[in-house]
């Protein structure tokens, strides 16, 4: 733990040092009006530089674990330490109805509780703001899935609930009264990010349902994705 707290603190003390003389080089480099021969030499110059100096090479670190992945970086400190010293009432003005949503996957939970709803046969579901509500993804997902003939509609929370900035899903059910929604399956997670184009793309299970991708043309169904020709980041899959 220590040597890496230490390694990072001489990048940063390297990286501060070269800053200036890296930019400067990298200025020499893009200028499209100088001789060849001198941006030569301006490159030259630029990879001789100490390689830790580089910015690309400062991860941010917990300071008291050393930890360089899941960092809360609005406090600093890995998500174990946050954790531990919100629960012992260490971190001033922090309580745990403030970071549990820190944490959340707004959009499996936004999910899952439709997925409930329309197990338990209700007409509408209420997504409060802290629950998704008021996420930009969630409700494009939303917008989506009543596009794709899953949900009935949209409409915003009433003024007079708790959550005033979430929304309302209404559920749909087919003849029999099944609902629409039958089962949810989670494909990319933080962990394990799926990438795939748009010629390797497959069909949900029994060819019933669509992939919710993040592509370059925002989020779409694996669908539209064909026919514009482009793939993405697989993030859940419905039937």
């Known amino acids: 733990m220590l040597a890496r707290l230490l390694l990072d603190r001489r990048r940063r003390i390297l990286s501060n040092l070269y800053e200036p003389r890296r930019r400067v080089l990298r200025a020499l480099i893009e200028a499209q009006d100088l001789p060849a021969r001198l941006r030569g030499q301006a490159y030259r110059a630029l990879i001789r ?3 830790d100096s580089s910015p690309t090479r400062i ?59 329309s197990r338990s046969r209700r007409a509408a579901v209420l997504l409060p703001a802290h629950a998704g509500g008021d996420s930009k993804r ?61 010629s390797a793309l497959w069909q949900p299970p029994a060819g019933a349902g669509l992939l919710v991708l993040s ?9 539209d994705a064909r026919r514009l020709n482009v793939g993405g980041e697989i993030l859940r899959g419905i039937r």
């Not at 003005?93 to 996957?105: E, H, I, R, T």
């Not at 209404?170 to 933080?190: C, D, H, M, Q, W």
């Open 49 to 51: 530089l100490p390689r």
């Open 59 to 117: 991860r941010n670190r917990c300071p008291l674990t050393g930890r360089g992945r899941a960092i809360v970086r609005r406090f600093g400190l890995s998500r174990l330490i946050f954790r531990s010293l919100a629960n012992a009432g260490r971190l001033v003005g922090v309580k745990k109805a403030s970071w549990l949503y820190l944490f959340m996957d707004v959009l499996s939970n936004a999910l899952s509780m439709l997925l409930n709803a």
């Open 215 to 223: 592509t370059t043309r925002g989020l779409i169904s694996d669908r």
């Open 138 to 198: 969630v409700r494009e997902v939303l917008r989506l899935l009543t596009n794709e003939g899953y949900l009935e509609g949209l409409a915003p929370a009433s003024a007079s609930s708790r959550a005033q900035s979430g929304v309302v899903a209404r559920l749909k059910y087919n003849a029999r009264g099944e609902p629409a929604i039958r089962a949810l399956f989670r494909v990319s997670t933080p962990g394990r990010r799926v990438y795939v184009g748009v």
